[in-house]
T-cell receptor, first 114, second 115 residues
């Protein structure tokens, strides 16, 4: 079965600083990988996804993520964080052909200091 | 882009009553919708997969008689929490498959509080 680990429950960064949120997955082959963002009391918005091809994926709002097969990781990065990026971030994994069911990590709460 | 409307956004109900949550795809047809439950400061747990015109598929450990799911049309799925109890209080989120494989749009969620 697939699983996702987000080791950092909380992260605090200063506005303008760079950001990296960690995500590790467990799956027998190359899974489909996703990053979502959730603002308080809201649903989830897709930031980016990886299915195949170029391992560096560009997303919305200036985010990018890199798939590293050797490390079973899909870390999310942003070179300069804005105060509006404060939210909960979820990494998710799906099995190709697996009925479109996503498995989510436990999330990382991002706080941005002004 | 694709929009999913979830209603109500917040609901408070008395213990023992039932509550219905609606999930609508506004500008596309969704043959498959998903219902998630999220506890405070925790991740989303998939409750069930809803397919238009057929019975929902529930995840292990989810009581199908308590969480009734109906997907009667290509744009509407409903989740009814029957005989609600305080432990059912949670944030419920739906998502609809809008395009291709793993193409989802999420609703904005429903905060259910059972008193």
């Amino acid at each position: 079965a697939q699983s996702v680990t987000q080791p950092d429950i909380h992260i605090t960064v200063s506005e303008g600083a760079s950001l990296e949120l960690r995500c590790n997955y467990s799956y027998g082959a190359t899974p489909y990988l996703f990053w979502y963002v959730q603002s308080p009391g809201q649903g989830l918005q897709l930031l980016l996804k990886y299915f195949s091809g170029d391992t560096l994926v560009q997303g919305i709002k200036g985010f990018e993520a890199e798939f590293k097969r050797s490390q079973s990781s899909f870390n999310l990065r942003k070179p300069s964080v804005h105060w509006s990026d404060a939210a909960e971030y979820f990494c998710a994994v799906g099995a190709p052909g697996g009925g479109n069911k996503l498995t989510f990590g436990t999330g990382t709460q991002l706080k941005v200091e002004l | 882009g694709a929009v999913v409307s979830q209603h109500p956004s917040r609901v408070i109900c008395k213990s023992g009553t039932s509550v219905k949550i609606e999930c609508r795809s506004l500008d596309f047809q969704a043959t498959t919708m998903f219902w998630y439950r999220q506890f405070p400061k925790q991740s989303l747990m998939l409750m069930a997969t809803s397919n238009e015109g057929s019975k929902a598929t529930y995840e292990q450990g989810v009581e199908k008689d308590k969480f009734l799911i109906n997907h009667a049309s290509l744009t509407l799925s409903t989740l009814t929490v029957t005989s609600a109890h305080p432990e059912d209080s949670s944030f419920y989120i739906c998502s609809a498959r809008d395009s291709g494989e793993y193409g989802y749009t999420f609703g904005s969620g429903t905060r259910l509080t059972v008193v």
